[in-house]
Each structure stands twice: as structure tokens, then as C-alpha cells.
């Protein structure tokens, strides 16, 4: 080609090194050319596929997004809380209320759902005139209300808000006699979360210690109270989930004379059947009960539940002058109107107070207290059974026992456990019990699991006894077959 160029044009063959550099630079720009483009296919086809897999990470992330909105929006409350947080300024805070009604349960399973109902609502309402405009609250749960504050925020508002929810609470309804109240725990928004969710699962480790104080107060959130009662709280949420699934049952252990081999009585006793755990037996759960104070409204569902279950029995045999024993923990013998209210579930289902025995655990805690002394005195004059449980060796328990008109004693597995391992203190044991016969009180010993401890408490002529030995606690139809073949087989 350049050979040709050189022929037909005179003047280039006088410029030869011209035209050498003339191809090079043609060349050069064709590579060059050539180069550029490859490259910027290479590049369009690579950002294609980025923004197609931008695209589907996209889509999966807005999928993931709407699957969270959908949580967070399952409640409206939490939601409308939820949207207020994402306007919020940096350095504003928020103050976050659980309000728990104390003793709710009993509630619900003592009247009918519209009367429940009828309460919520009023709560409902009486939270919504107390809120004015810098807030938002409302009914988030069964026995859970919310009420979040979007205003001024120092240590005395906090108090003042605190006091005056708790007041609304307080303030009479039309749903019987009850006086109802409500724990509330308090968190701080951003410090003790920064989501609705956050803010009402840490409010409600709150409420489980404004519970264990006494209920009807308030209490502030802090990481502390998780450290110091991570294992009661989650506890007691599993056992708050096995109330509304009704989860807890009641078992009954004979009590026999074993002169005759009659089962004279049965005593209740409540069960956890816990869906990985299997039947769980008080000790697992109670003293959390104990320390929220659930165990008063507990006990009293207890006996409702006794009641009915004995008047059922009674309509379909002959059940003699069988009776029920029930325990009494301090706690419950500390609210005002206890008696009466046992009174009346007894009235309610044709029944006798004397078809039942109230047993009195650590009577020496409550022997003081002039609400519990009432309630004991107000027991037996409604005709009720009463049984002192768990007292220790003092010869004054007698005394006390007549003071209340206590006919029974019971002597506990831990006595027991003494006598069998023939311990000092079994002499002590020996008195007490002469003593007991000697004012015409009635000695059951429980916990009795073997032949032996039954010669020995033959020789102290003590004939009603109860332990694993006759039956273990057993449930309500189990029981009712025992009852059915009383004499006992023995």
C-alpha cells in the first residue's frame, strides 16, 4: 500500500519518514480505538448485571423490610409509637408506661366477658382523657395498657405521671367489690430501647418488680434489675404465657385414716404442665408467684376451681363428710376481704365452709399482722376448717392454734424426716404432739413414705396420715376413683 502511495504521488516519496509516522499514529488510534470500545461493552454488560443483581438484593431487602413494617404494624399502638420515634430529634427523649392490671386473671375467670370487657373500655377511656396532646396510649394486651409521653421529661414528671396513672386505676368501677389496681413499669426512650418493641419488653421486666414489691406502684427500667433477676423474670414470663394458655391444674393426695383404711380428705395441690417440661410441681414456679404477689389471685382461682370440682363430685356420689384442704400462703391472708370472698365461691356452688380446711403455711409470719388475723378469725366464723401447717416445735403454736380455733396439726415431711433419722429434736416433736391431743386437736402427719415412719407415729397414736407411701398427688379424675373405692386397700 505505501508502495503504491509512493507511485501515484511524487511529492510523498520526497517525505518518506512523514508518512512512517503518519501510519503509526493511524495504527495506534485504531488499537487504541478498538481497545476503548471492548471496554466499554465489558463495562455496560458489567453494570447491567450489577443493577440486575442490585435489583434482586433490592427486592429481597424491601421483602425483609416488609415482613418487619408487618411486625411492627401488627399492633396499632406499637406502630403509631413506631412512627413518632422516626421524627424524633436527636437529644429528645420519651417516656414509655406498661400499666399491668393486678390481679386481672381472677377477673376474667369471675365474670362474664362482656363485664370484662365493659372495664377495659372504661380504663381505655379514662387513659384517653388524661392524655391530652403529647402523647399516645391506648389497651395493648389482655391485662396490659400503654401509655407513651411525648412532652417535658425530668425526674418529677416521671413521679408525677407514675402517681396519677396509678390513681386512674385506682379510682372505683362498677364490676362488683374489686378494688383494681395496676403495676406499671417506666423505660426511658433512647437509653432503655429505641423501638416500641424495646421499650415495652423492658417495661415489662419492670412491671414484674413493681409486682414483687407489693403491685398498685411504679417502677423505673435499668439493666440492673436483668442482672439481679434474669431467672425470676424469665419465669415469670413463662408463667404470665401459661395463665392465658391455661397451663396450670390442680392434683389432690389422700389423706387416710389408717385405722380404717378411709381416705377422710383430699389435698389440693397446684401443677405446672409446662409444654417441654412436662408436670411441674410447685417448686419450680411458686415462689415467683410468692414474689409478684400473683400467688392472692392464684389462690383464689385455686379454690374456685376446688369448689366446683367438689360440687361436681357431690352430685354424682356419695362423697360422706370427705373434705377438702387448701393452702393458705401469708400473702393471701394478707388482703382485706379474703374470707368473705372464699365465703361467697362456697355459697355460689351449694356448698358447706366445713367441706373445706384452710391450711395456714408459716402462721408465725402472720401472726402479727392485724389484716391476716382478721381474715383467720373471719374463716372460722363462716365455719370454714382451719389447719396450722409448717409451725416448728414451740409449745405456743397449741396456744395459738386454740386462739383461732385451728382443730388440726399438721405435722410436716421435714418433722418427719427428724423422726425417721431419730434426731434430737424428735423429743421436742413427741411434746408437741402430746400436747396437741391433750387440747383435742386433730394430728395429721404428711410426707409418710415407708412402714417405719407409719410404726412410729403409731406409737404417738397418730392415725390420718398423707405421703407417697398411700399415693402420690394424683389428678382430679385419679382422685375421684380413690374416692369411689375408699376404704383404702391398705
Known sequence: MLDLLFLTDPSLSSKPWEIVVAAVIIVITGVSLFFLYRNVIFNYKKNKLER???????????KDNEVVNEFVSANPLLAAINEDIKKINEGDLRLFFAINLDNFRYIVDSYEQKDVDKIIDEFAKRLKRYCGKNCITGHYAEDVFIYYHKG????????????????????????????????????????????????????????????????????????????KEQFNIDYY?????????????????????????????????????????????????????????????????????????????????????????INLAPKQLYVEGLARQYFEITGKHGLSPENFCLEIIDYYSVNNNEVAQHNLKEFRRYGFRMSIDDTGFEYSIIEDMSRISAPIFKLSRGNLLLIANNDSSSDKIERVIAQAKANQKIVIAEGVEDEDIIRKLNKWDIRFMQGFYFSEPVSAEDAEKMIRKSPWDM
Open 152 to 227: 417535658e421529661i425530668d425526674n418529677e414528671k416521671i413521679n408525677d405521671i407514675g402517681q396519677e396513672l396509678l390513681n386512674l386505676f385506682k379510682q372505683p368501677t362498677k364490676l362488683g367489690n374489686h378494688e383494681l389496681t395496676a403495676s406499671i413499669g417506666v423505660c426511658l426512650f433512647p437509653y432503655d430501647g429505641i423501638t416500641a418493641e424495646n421499650l415495652l419488653k423492658n417495661a415489662e421486666i419492670a412491671v414484674y418488680v413493681a409486682k414483687k414489691e407489693g403491685k398498685n406502684r411504679f417502677t423505673m427500667y435499668s439493666q440492673n434489675l436483668i442482672e
Open 237 to 325: 414470663k413463662q408463667i404470665k404465657k401459661a395463665i392465658e394458655y391455661d397451663e396450670f391444674l390442680l392434683y389432690y393426695q389422700p389423706i387416710v385414716d389408717i385405722r380404717t383404711g378411709k381416705i377422710i380428705a383430699l389435698e389440693s395441690l397446684l401443677r405446672w404442665k409446662h409444654p417441654t417440661m412436662g408436670i411441674l410441681s410447685p417448686g419450680k414456679f411458686l415462689n415467683v408467684m410468692d414474689l409478684t404477689g400473683d400467688i392472692t389471685w392464684f389462690g383464689v382461682w385455686g379454690f374456685e376451681k376446688v369448689t366446683q370440682r367438689y360440687a361436681d363430685w357431690k352430685k354424682s356420689f356419695k362423697i360422706g363428710e370427705l373434705f377438702i384442704s
Open 52 to 62: 440486575k443483581s442490585l435489583q434482586e438484593d433490592n427486592g429481597k431487602e424491601d
